[in-house]
């Protein structure tokens, strides 16, 4: 399960990254050079689509994501101290409260769309508009998670390089010099 969630994260990391370079190169050809849009509709339903396709893209490791970080946080009683990178910790809190945000918004999304009146469907003005505002709110969480979920892979290969807490102690050789022998640790 966990190396099928790595692939889930992968695609959520390679997906976002290229939602946000097309993004960034709409932002820069539709802005003057103080960074106001040229036409503020075009420009907010193009906000709009990245927010979506980056919501939709994270829907692939949504389920995975509480495992991701548990498992790391496992690991990194593994990993030796030295290897232990100091970023490591704050990312990991980072991606914590960023999924913590994201599941509090979906379930005031539910709620949102719960009390919307029976006739409001996809399609529709008043759904699309409170849809675009959800997911205008995630949208720094998404992002959160894909500025900071490679550590997650980044752990796991610490992890998977560490020695194993139940390997036994590295073996006492002899040495033989002449007249006498010398045991060395290797």
């Given at each position: 399960m966990h190396r099928r969630s790595l692939?889930?994260?992968?695609?959520?990391?390679?997906?976002?990254?290229?939602?946000l370079d097309s993004w960034d190169a709409y932002s820069d050809e539709h802005t003057d050079l103080d960074g106001w849009p040229h036409d503020d509709h075009s420009y907010g339903h193009r906000q709009s689509r990245r927010d979506a396709d980056t919501a939709q893209a994270f829907e692939t490791i949504r389920a995975d994501a509480r495992h991701l970080l548990a498992t790391a946080e496992r690991q990194l009683t593994i990993v030796p101290t030295d290897s232990v990178q100091t970023r490591w910790v704050y990312q990991l809190g980072v991606l914590?409260?960023?999924?913590?945000?994201?599941?509090?918004?979906?379930?005031?999304?539910?709620?949102?769309?719960?009390?919307?009146?029976?006739?409001?469907?996809?399609?529709?003005?008043?759904?699309?508009?409170?849809?675009?505002q959800h997911h205008a709110e995630c949208w720094s969480h998404l992002d959160?998670?894909?500025?900071?979920?490679?550590?997650?892979?980044?752990?796991?290969?610490?992890?998977?390089?560490?020695?194993?807490?139940?390997?036994?102690?590295?073996?006492?050789?002899a040495a033989s010099t002449p007249g006498r022998a010398v045991s060395a640790r290797r």
């Open positions: 692939r889930h994260l992968d695609r959520y990391l390679r997906d976002s990254k290229k939602i914590h409260a960023a999924l913590d945000r994201l599941d509090t918004l979906h379930e005031e999304w539910l709620s949102t769309r719960d009390s919307l009146p029976a006739d409001t469907k996809p399609g529709t003005p008043s759904f699309d508009d409170a849809l675009a959160d998670w894909a500025t900071h979920g490679h550590v997650l892979r980044e752990i796991n290969s610490a992890a998977r390089h560490a020695p194993s807490p139940l390997a036994p102690p590295p073996a006492v050789t």
